[in-house]
């Protein structure tokens, strides 16, 4: 089983700080079958003096950076040019797009799916917005055929997620009509640096924080789960 992780990721506005509690925790050391990539957008271009196509996708080493505006209203614009990137680099049998604002228990990811389905797999915290059903954007698991649909289709998908339907909700009211409906995935913990302790599992995979341009949360569940003896 190979999984690759697509970070959704940004340079400035408080999010700096979270990617690096990312790459300091639990996306520090991952399985051998794990590649991990952090998505960014026009903004990482323009500072590191990279010039490409716009709706073009540079790749590197644990970077997918794409001529994308870097907005809110765009993410899911980024999302599936990474997700055209990561489809031509190896078969992978997952792609996973949390966003830097979590914490993914890498290890506990991987047991998860050995028993989920290699087709049709759209997992994550189940969620409706005006009666479309779908996963929360701060994790999506995908299997790659599902990945596949949605780069095929790319056109077809609601990319102005500044009238409302974000990238999470494009993404679901799409897979509804290829009759790929979300699964609930594994545990996942909502919290806040305060509160962490206090709600901590050392089985759930997925940590999502409320305050989640506050890196210190990544830091305090790290730290929980070694001192639980949860190795990654």
């Known amino acids: 089983m190979k999984i690759a992780i697509s970070i959704l990721a940004s340079d400035g506005h ?11 925790t639990w996306a520090n050391n991952p399985p051998e079958n794990t590649k991990i990539f952090y998505n960014y957008g026009d903004a990482f271009l323009t500072k590191h003096n990279i010039n490409i196509p716009q709706g073009s996708c540079a790749v590197g080493e644990e970077v997918i950076a794409c001529n994308a505006p870097e907005q809110y209203g765009f993410l899911l614009m980024k999302t599936i040019l990474a997700f055209e990137a990561l489809l031509s680099l190896e078969d992978f049998d997952y792609i996973i797009r949390p966003n830097c604002g979590s914490y993914v228990h890498l290890g506990l990811l991987n047991e998860y799916l ?18 479309i059903e779908y996963v929360s954007g701060a994790c999506m698991i995908f299997s790659r055929d599902v ?9 077809d998908l ?21 009759s790929i409906k979300p ?50």
């Open 147 to 155: 990945v596949e649909l949605l780069v095929a289709n790319k056109k």
């Open 114 to 131: 050995e028993s989920q389905p290699r087709e049709k797999f759209y997992g994550g915290e189940k969620t409706v917005w005006n009666g």
């Open 183 to 232: 699964m609930k995935f594994g545990k996942r913990v909502i919290c806040v640096e305060d509160d962490i302790e206090e709600k901590f599992d050392s089985t759930a995979q997925h940590y999502y924080f409320s305050s989640s341009r506050n890196p210190k949360c990544h830091y305090k569940t790290h730290k929980l789960f070694i001192l639980n003896g949860v190795t990654a």
């Open 158 to 178: 609601h990319y102005d997620g500044r009238s409302g339907k974000m990238d999470d909700v494009a993404i679901g009211e799409f897979l509804a009509t290829q």
């Open 14 to 24: 408080g999010w700096t700080e979270c990617v690096q509690a990312c790459r300091d």
